[in-house]
C-alpha cells in the first residue's frame, strides 16, 4: 500500500543533542513538507521541498534542517539551536500540480 | 500572505445534531480549501476538499461551502456520531507560491452520547 512513513514514532532528547526525525513516502509525490504543531495549535510549516536537492524555509524554520537527496525521503534534524524542540512533528507529501496533502502519522519528540 | 481563521475552538453537539464549523481567508487569489480530521495521536486526514469555481460540495454526511466574495467556507457535518469526536482543520491554498497550504488552528469537535 502506498503511504507516508514517519519514524520513531516517539523520541526522546537531550539538552543539547541533535536530532533526525525520518519521513519516507512510497507515492512518488515530488513536494515534501514538515510541520509542527504545539498543543491546541495548528500546523506550522517548517520546511517544505517541490524536488530532489531542493527546499525552502517556513514559516518557524530557525533551529531545524533538511534534506532532499532522493524523491521519497524528507528528513528533519532538529538541532542544538531549537529552543523549544518538545512538539508533535508532522511529515506531508503532495503532488506537484494538484493540492491535497497525504500525512504521516507524526513523531513525538520530548526534550528530557 | 495567506492567514486562516477558523471558529470556534472547541464545539460540543449532542449525538445526531448537526456540527458546522467556519473559516475565513485573507487572500482573494486562494483557489483550493481542504478539510482534515485529525484524531488523537494521529496525522491529519483528509475528509472533503472544495475549490474556488465550486460552490459547494457533499460526501454522505459531510459537507463543504464557499463564498467567495465573503472569503469564507464551512464544514457542515450531519447526523453526528461519537466517532465523528476529533480535531478538524481548514486550510487554503494559494497557487503561484509553490503548492502550500496555511491550516487554520483548529476545531475539537465533541459528539456527545
Known amino acids: 500500500d502506498g503511504g507516508i512513513t514517519q519514524s520513531p514514532k516517539y523520541l526522546f532528547r537531550k539538552e543539547g543533542q541533535n536530532v533526525t526525525l525520518s519521513c519516507e513516502q512510497n507515492?512518488?509525490?515530488?513536494?515534501m513538507y514538515w510541520y509542527r504543531q504545539d498543543p491546541g495549535q495548528g500546523l506550522r510549516l517548517i520546511y517544505y521541498?517541490?524536488?530532489?536537492?531542493?527546499?525552502q524555509k517556513g514559516d518557524i524554520a530557525e533551529g531545524y534542517s533538511v534534506s532532499r537527496e532522493k524523491k521519497e525521503s524528507f528528513p528533519l534534524t532538529v538541532t542544538s539551536a531549537q529552543k523549544n524542540p518538545t512538539a508533535f512533528y508532522l511529515c506531508?507529501?503532495?503532488?506537484?500540480?494538484?493540492?491535497?496533502?497525504?500525512f504521516g502519522s507524526g513523531t513525538r519528540l520530548t526534550v528530557v | 500572505g495567506e492567514n486562516v481563521e477558523q471558529h470556534p475552538s472547541t464545539l460540543s453537539v449532542q449525538e445526531g445534531d448537526s456540527a458546522v464549523i467556519k473559516c475565513t481567508y485573507s487572500?482573494?487569489?486562494?483557489?483550493?480549501f481542504p478539510w482534515y480530521k485529525q484524531e488523537l495521536g494521529k496525522g491529519p486526514q483528509l475528509i472533503i476538499d472544495i475549490r474556488s469555481n465550486v460552490g459547494e460540495k457533499k460526501d454522505q454526511r459531510i459537507a463543504v461551502t464557499l463564498n467567495k466574495t465573503a472569503k469564507h467556507f464551512s464544514l457542515h457535518i450531519t447526523e453526528t456520531q461519537p466517532e465523528d469526536s476529533a480535531v478538524y482543520f481548514c486550510?487554503?491554498?494559494?497557487?503561484?507560491?509553490?503548492?502550500?497550504?496555511?491550516f487554520g488552528t483548529g476545531t475539537q469537535l465533541k459528539v456527545e452520547l
Open positions: 486550510a487554503a491554498h494559494l497557487t503561484g507560491g509553490g503548492n502550500k497550504l496555511t
Open positions: 506531508a507529501s503532495s503532488w506537484d500540480y494538484s493540492d491535497g496533502y497525504t
Open positions: 487572500d482573494s487569489a486562494s483557489n483550493y
Open positions: 521541498s517541490q524536488i530532489v536537492n531542493d527546499f
Open positions: 507515492l512518488n509525490h515530488d513536494a
